[in-house]
């Protein structure tokens, strides 16, 4: 049996979300009764301003979240909400009309991750300069989001 899906919450924060996504699923099946478990258990909250950057090895569900949040495939099960709207319940018009407000937007690996940079240091440069934040903060939050990300990740590895 999986584990009760952790969800994310950024530090201080307590604006209600605007993107919330409660323990999806999407299971295909796979011939012989037996199924693929792409996506198991997910959740978290995105609030108005955050940006949500999904990073994983090839094949590990990004896409198929994505396409699970946009409600371009079913979800096997889990609730995803817009804005206070279900939309793993809306159909035709209403759901196209959600959809207007939704954006998947894929990146080249190769264009976007610094092969001279570990895990670790290209995580660390998302923490934005703008914002002062201490460095042990960010060391915290770095090996946080690694380990939260694979149990086998290290900070010091490299892309």
């Given at each position: 049996m999986?584990e ?11 604006a209600a979300?605007?993107v ?5 699923v ?5 011939g012989?009764?037996?199924?693929v ?29 994505g ?6 495939i ?5 609730s995803?909400s817009?804005?206070?709207?279900e939309?793993?319940?809306l ?6 009309q ?17 092969p001279?940079?570990t895990?670790g240091?290209i ?5 934005g ?9 960010i ?21």
């Amino acid at each position: 049996m999986a584990e009760p899906a952790r969800r994310l919450e950024p530090a201080g924060s307590s604006a209600a979300p605007l993107v919330r996504v409660e323990n999806l699923v999407k299971h295909f099946g796979a011939g012989l009764g037996t199924s693929v478990k792409a996506v198991d258990g997910v959740s978290f909250d995105i609030r108005e301003g955050e940006t949500l950057g999904l990073v994983g090895e090839s094949g590990c569900g990004k896409s198929t979240l994505g396409r699970l949040i946009t409600q371009l495939i079913p979800a096997t099960s889990g609730s995803v909400s817009f804005d206070d709207v279900e939309l793993t319940k809306l159909r035709g018009e209403k759901l196209r009309q959600q959809r207007r407000q939704l954006q998947m937007i894929f990146q080249d690996p190769f264009g976007s991750l610094d092969p001279r940079m570990t895990v670790g240091d290209i995580i660390r440069s998302c923490s934005g300069s703008s914002v002062s934040i201490r460095t042990s903060t960010i060391a915290t939050r770095t090996s946080s989001a690694v380990a939260s990300a694979s149990a086998s990740a290290s900070p010091g590895r490299w892309p």
